[in-house]
């Protein structure tokens, strides 16, 4: 069993990064960080893939997504 990852990790990442993300490049670091297989959970949900997780951290505003 896959052990899940509070999205808070995540956005601990996005903010000492301090790097810009599309969509398609945080999920490829979220993948590489974490693993394929990775599940994530927030205080809203859980069981969430890389793509949901990256959903929900943008519809609250916690991922804003680079145009570049």
């Given at each position: 069993?896959?052990?899940?990852?509070?999205?808070?990790?995540v956005?601990e990442?996005?903010?000492?990064?301090?790097k810009?993300?599309t969509?398609?490049?945080?999920?490829a670091?979220?993948?590489?960080?974490?693993g394929d297989?990775?599940?994530?959970?927030t205080?809203?949900g859980?069981?969430l893939?890389?793509?949901?997780?990256?959903?929900?951290?943008k519809s609250?505003?916690k991922?804003?997504?680079?145009?570049?």
């Amino acid at each position: 069993m896959n052990q899940s990852i509070h999205g808070h990790q995540v956005i601990e990442i996005l903010e000492k990064s301090g790097k810009a993300y599309t969509k398609q490049t945080l999920k490829a670091m979220i993948l590489k960080t974490f693993g394929d297989s990775a599940r994530f959970h927030t205080c809203m949900g859980s069981d969430l893939t890389v793509d949901q997780l990256i959903d929900f951290l943008k519809s609250k505003g916690k991922f804003v997504e680079s145009t570049y």
